[in-house]
């Protein structure tokens, strides 16, 4: 009962208070958030860079080889796929090392950046979290500050991974480092974009979607840039991903482009910062209108829920895969020139010369079937989502069964895609037709396209039975996604062996129209997909749900 | 009142989580158009066994019956005969409050359930056009009351469902409640506020560790229960404390206070008189002290959570 203690013992000395107070706590906090990701990201590349280097070394083991690939390269869609050509008349290892592995490991980069600013700044301020920070002791640009320096470390950690892992392949060391730092700035170029796609919009998912959207356009422009000259034209420079690859890493080293992604960066910070002081705390700069009172009979339809709930992402993806499609399309006529100059190119490669454009439109929509691949994985995995945020009981005490919620989820996903397959063969038919004024193209390439729908079904019924098999193996679908990506664009490059190509589905699909329609692997899918919903479906009735 | 069979009905029923036993031998009743309360803290079963009556989880032993039918077996056919509100209600954000509420009551159809769509909508003072997103926690949980009170049903379980509410929409939440039983509605009520189940049970089950540790009608309940007695006289107390049943006797400056157990009560009034009693008052057991009788000491080691 003594008053001895005169003030509260539990506070510390008050501190002077600036808009970067309590930085380091946070700092401390998106550290460890984000730490996992991190090392998981580091970890990959730094294990994947020698083990591409290695696996290339092997199947382009002299000058010979080098030069057949080089030739097989000097065309529009190699072109669109790898990076500017500095070397084409001396193509060395490490020349078609920089030129045919740096995109794949800028995207990821830039992919990294995207979801992780998109997490710390506005997924945080989204979920409210942001706010009980921003009650304690904290500047106002502390957080913003802390989740940008963090997003800076991820990309120094990856960039350290690329170099060292180009290191050990036997790279040259400053030519390493280039190819390391400018992995790192892409990345951070493409965080900053984050952050200002993040003041624009009220939701994590809008603004990672958006700046992803970003990062295609800057893979096309770049590719289309390169395409109109060969190393690089006016339009390459309007790229991010153009300024990495300009710096010629391993052919004649520059390093001044890395100074327009440094630039960039501070620029886009600045946007963001002046952006960021227009808004209150959770609003976006637009305010979010008023909607409809009650439901529409749309919403209450079978399968509305699910078609409002995934609907919006399959149209953004599928407008954007379009004008994707009708790009490469377009491109066909530009290859019939470069095949009048090399007339031995059948000689070197599988690729047909008296159907040159048939089979690059075919490669096309096997590469951009993995968007509809993807958005049929994640569509299916939105009801994981539902189930552990507890949406899914209310649905379900309304009256719906579960196997009937499911079945309905799985075929409005499938029809989703199904149209955005549709989109993708007529946007390649239109590109093609354009360029060789032949209609018959728009046709056939829809058709084509349409062979990938057994395909499709097939990532969707095992994410579908895996998420029956329970909530948390749902998202082992996503290695099947990277995998079968993996394949596609580096598979050849790599020399895997044919049983290693072969697990990725989409290697089973006969390029038409340049080859002939092979039924049988369609039916084979199309079975084991139905054969896998109903097995999903079946599971999910007969297991304890997540939540609410 | 009477029904060959109650509307919940729960015997030694238990549900492991690996390790977890969350919950373990529990039983509960709920008669046909009562209200029954379903009592305990944080992380003593009450979510679990809810989940396990809506046929979302799975028994691992026991049995669960709701409308006379199994819930995992029959979950379908009886979710058209009852309606849930959950306590931490997470909406669509990109659904409108109106919006979700029609989705969560995609079953009903009509003019009479158009109308009691506006009325609650009305009554707890819910904007239906503002994006769910927007919505305060108070406000996500007046979506799905409204949801639940709407549908025309037997059968209503409720999970904690006035968290996040003000204590005029609990008002309103009350009267609600009151006016289903009035209409021969069964309500499964479950809360840890012990004023709302007070207010409005018929019976109480209270819940604690995975199982039923008291049963009954809130009149046997408080038989459990102490009294506050406080009373002025000059008299010396001493033949109080040799009563058994009587606690914490205090005496100060002519006035006495003590807790004597509910049963004890009638040997206690004639030792007050003979004690010449001046003024005198004996505050009624609240479930407040039931609660804490209950859970009182040993109240601390229960933090584990169970969802």
């Known amino acids: 009962m003594t008053a001895a203690t005169a003030a509260p013992t539990h506070r510390r000395q008050r501190r002077a208070v600036g808009p970067l107070t309590g930085l380091r706590s946070l700092l401390r906090l998106h550290l460890r958030l984000a730490r996992r990701g991190i090392l998981i990201w580091t970890l990959a590349v730094l294990v994947l860079v020698p083990a591409s280097i290695y696996a290339m070394e092997d199947v382009y083991p002299d000058q010979a080889a080098l030069d057949a690939r080089a030739t097989l390269l000097d065309n529009p869609s190699a072109v669109m796929m790898t990076g500017p050509f500095f070397a084409a008349d001396h193509y060395t290892f490490w020349a078609m090392v920089a030129n045919e592995l740096l995109l794949y490991l800028l995207v990821p980069a830039a992919i990294m950046s995207i979801l992780l600013t998109a997490r710390l700044t506005r997924g945080e301020e989204e979920s409210g979290r942001l706010e009980l920070l921003r009650s304690l002791p904290t500047g106002r640009l502390a957080p913003s500050v802390s989740a940008l320096l963090v997003v800076a470390l991820a990309n120094l950690a990856l960039g350290a991974a690329v170099a060292s892992g180009m290191l050990i392949g036997g790279g040259g060391a400053s030519d390493s480092l280039a190819l390391g730092l400018a992995t790192a700035l892409t990345g951070l170029v493409f965080g900053a974009v984050t952050a200002v796609t993040a003041q624009l919009t009220e939701h994590a998912g809008t603004a990672s979607g958006t700046a992803l959207g970003i990062l295609a356009l800057s893979f096309m422009v770049r590719g289309i840039g390169d395409v109109i000259e060969r190393d690089g034209s006016w339009l390459s420079w309007f790229s991010p991903l153009a300024w990495a690859q300009q710096t010629r890493a391993f052919v004649d080293l520059r390093w001044w482009p890395l100074l327009v992604s440094l630039a960039a960066v501070a620029v886009l910070l600045v946007i963001a910062g002046r952006l960021s002081h227009r808004r209150d705390l959770g609003a976006g700069l637009r305010p979010a209108a008023a909607g409809r009172a009650a439901a529409s009979a749309a919403l209450l339809a079978p399968g509305g829920l699910t078609r409002r709930l995934v609907g919006g992402t399959h149209l953004a993806w599928g407008i954007g895969l379009f004008l994707f499609a009708l790009a490469f399309g377009s491109l066909a006529s530009s290859l019939t020139d470069f095949a009048e100059n090399l007339p031995d190119l059948a000689g070197m490669a599988p690729i047909r010369l008296d159907d040159l454009t048939g089979s690059f439109s075919a490669f096309v929509l096997m590469m951009l079937a993995i968007g509809p691949v993807a958005l049929a994985v994640s569509g299916m995995l939105r009801m994981r989502t539902e189930e552990t945020a507890g949406r899914l009981a209310g649905v379900l005490v309304a009256g719906t069964s579960r196997a009937r919620l499911a079945g309905q989820w799985f075929l409005v996903v499938l029809l989703g895609t199904a149209a955005m397959q549709v989109l993708l063969g007529l946007g390649v038919g239109i590109g093609v037709w354009s360029a060789t004024e032949d209609t018959a193209w728009i046709g056939e390439m829809t058709l084509a396209a349409l062979t990938y729908l057994p395909a499709v079904a097939l990532y969707a019924a095992i994410a579908l039975a895996l998420y029956g098999l329970g909530s948390r193996l749902a998202p082992l679908a996503w290695l099947l996604v990277v995998y079968t990506a993996l394949v596609t664009f580096l598979g050849q490059m790599l020399g895997l062996p044919d049983w290693a190509m072969d697990l990725s589905p989409l290697q089973h699909i006969a390029l038409v129209p340049s080859e002939d329609l092979e039924v049988m692997p369609l039916v084979v899918m199309g079975v084991t997909a139905t054969a896998l919903a109903l097995l999903g479906l079946a599971l999910l009735r007969r297991r304890d749900l997540a939540a609410g | ?307």
């Open chain 2, 1 to 307: 009142m009477t029904s060959p069979e109650p509307a919940v009905h729960v015997r030694d029923l238990t549900k492991t989580f690996g390790a977890t036993r969350a919950l373990d031998g529990f039983d509960l009743t709920v008669p046909h158009g009562e209200v029954t309360g379903f009592l305990g803290p944080n992380g003593a079963g009450k979510s679990t066994t809810i989940r396990v009556l809506l046929g979302l989880l799975r028994a691992s032993s026991g049995t669960a019956r709701v409308l006379g039918r199994d819930p995992w077996r029959d979950a379908v056919a009886i979710h058209h005969r009852l309606a849930y509100v959950p306590g931490d209600t997470n909406l669509w954000p990109g659904l409108t409050g109106g919006e979700a509420i029609d989705v969560l009551t995609r079953g009903e159809s009509g003019e009479r359930h158009r109308r009691r769509r506006e009325e609650l909508i009305e009554r707890f003072e819910l904007d239906p056009a503002k994006r769910a997103r927007t919505y305060s926690k108070g406000n996500r949980q007046k979506v799905a009351l409204v949801a639940a009170l709407s549908r025309d049903v037997d059968l209503y379980i409720m999970d904690e469902p006035t968290s996040g509410l003000d204590p005029l929409m609990e008002a309103i939440f009350t009267d609600e409640v009151a006016r289903l039983r009035a209409d021969g509605r069964t309500v499964l009520l479950s809360s840890h506020i012990l004023a709302e189940v007070e207010k409005l049970c018929d019976t109480v089950t209270i819940i604690r560790a995975g199982k039923a540790v008291e049963s009954g009608t809130l009149a046997e309940l408080r038989h459990l229960t102490r009294s506050t007695v406080a009373a002025t006289t000059d008299a010396d107390p001493a033949p109080l404390t040799r009563l058994d049943g009587v606690h914490d006797l205090v005496a100060e400056n002519g006035r006495l206070r003590f807790d004597v157990d509910d049963r004890a009560l009638h040997d206690v009034l004639p030792v007050l008189t003979a004690l010449g009693v001046t003024g005198l008052t004996i505050t009624p057991p609240s479930l407040e002290d039931l609660f804490l009788r209950h859970y009182g000491d040993e109240l601390e080691p229960v933090t584990e959570d169970a969802s």
